[in-house]
């Protein structure tokens, strides 16, 4: 999958050093994938949310941090990071259209 954008991640790691390693662990691990069908997220994933719009919201550190991605499915096998932020932020959100 190409996932856009690293930089967010970046970003939000500096602000919160505690989150960096589960984040680059998820970057690399989904970095390699090649998602077709929401199936195999939930198979790698299992507590992943799906919401409208191709909409998958991950736990992130243990569950201390909430990461909001669109995918686009096989042939494209792109993701695109909407929000990453704390459980607090993310109520204020609708992750839907973020």
Not at 17 to 44: C, G, M, Y
Not at 50 to 75: Q, S, T
Request: zero cysteines; a positive charge; hydrophobic letters at 50%.
């Amino acid at each position: 999958m190409r996932i856009l954008s690293r930089s967010t991640l970046a970003a939000f790691w500096k602000k919160h050093p505690d989150s960096e390693q589960a984040l680059r662990a998820w970057f690399a691990e989904v970095e390699k994938a090649a998602w077709t069908n929401p199936v195999q997220i939930r198979a790698r994933y299992a507590a992943a949310d799906f919401i409208a719009g191709d909409r998958v919201v991950f736990d992130i550190r243990g569950n201390h941090y909430r990461l909001a991605v669109a995918v686009k499915y096989g042939p494209l096998f792109i993701v695109f990071i909407r929000f990453i932020g704390t459980h607090a932020e993310y109520d204020k959100i609708d992750a839907a259209t973020v």
